[in-house]
């Protein structure tokens, strides 16, 4: 197991078959490594992106969705598998800062979504460090998030939002988001709420 900071990094990928089954075809097949890679990224890219309450990759696999975090903890899983190093990236952006399709009459809601955090990889491939972010599926490009399709691992993928600033980390994302998760307001609790309310709202009448 590969050994991080001052302590051991696990990953416990316990997934329904569904996901878990095609990330492990994907890792016995006759594949490169550079093809597995590949096939990895579009298959995690394409669960449905939606906050589930849970950064954790087996609640996202049983709910057949999820967010940045459950899906790049999910990949990163695989590329170890791999032996391909990989960090993780970890983010503060607004959204009122994306350029996407927000009703006009709720742009209020939007302008007062405190600062959120993103979770995206890197990762060596052929010797070079790339740039994975695969938080947005496909359907979603109709209302302006920034897919990442088609990637030949030659070049960064484009990042899923407008950073603030990049850290790079080697260790669990998933404590760094809980941790300041507890340090918002109740006023922008309240702001949250609010804006992913209406971001599930807009999302689920593309799916639908």
């Given amino acids: 197991m590969q050994s991080f900071g001052n302590g051991k990094f696990y990953y416990a990928i316990i997934v329904s078959m569904n996901i878990k089954q095609k990330a492990d075809q994907i890792i016995a097949s006759g594949d490169s490594k550079k093809e597995k890679i590949l096939k990895l990224c579009e298959l995690v890219r394409e669960i449905p992106y939606k906050r ?15 967010s940045c975090t459950p899906k790049h903890v999910f990949l990163a899983g695989y590329l170890q598998k791999l032996g391909v190093p990989f960090r993780f990236l970890i983010m ?8 996407l399709a927000y009703p006009t009459d709720k742009r209020s809601i939007v302008e007062n979504m405190p600062v959120s955090y ?11 460090w790339r740039i994975i972010d695969v938080t947005w599926d ?3 490009k ?29 260790v669990d994302p998933r404590k760094f988001e809980k941790d300041k ?7 922008e609790k309240v702001a949250r709420k609010e804006f992913y309310n209406l971001l599930d709202e807009v999302i689920d009448q593309v799916r639908n």
């Fill in 142 to 170: 109709e209302l302006g998030f920034p897919v990442n399709e088609k990637w030949n691992g030659e070049s960064d993928m484009k990042l899923g939002v407008i950073p603030e600033e990049i850290t790079e980390k080697e």
């Fill in 92 to 99: 503060p952006f607004y959204y009122k800062k994306m350029p």
């Fill in 181 to 187: 998760a507890m340090k918002y307001t109740e006023q």
């Fill in 52 to 66: 589930i309450g849970s950064f954790n990759p087996d609640d996202m696999a049983r709910e057949g969705k999820g």
């Fill in 118 to 128: 993103h979770v995206a990889l890197k990762a060596k491939i052929d010797g070079e």
């Fill in 138 to 140: 496909s359907r979603l």
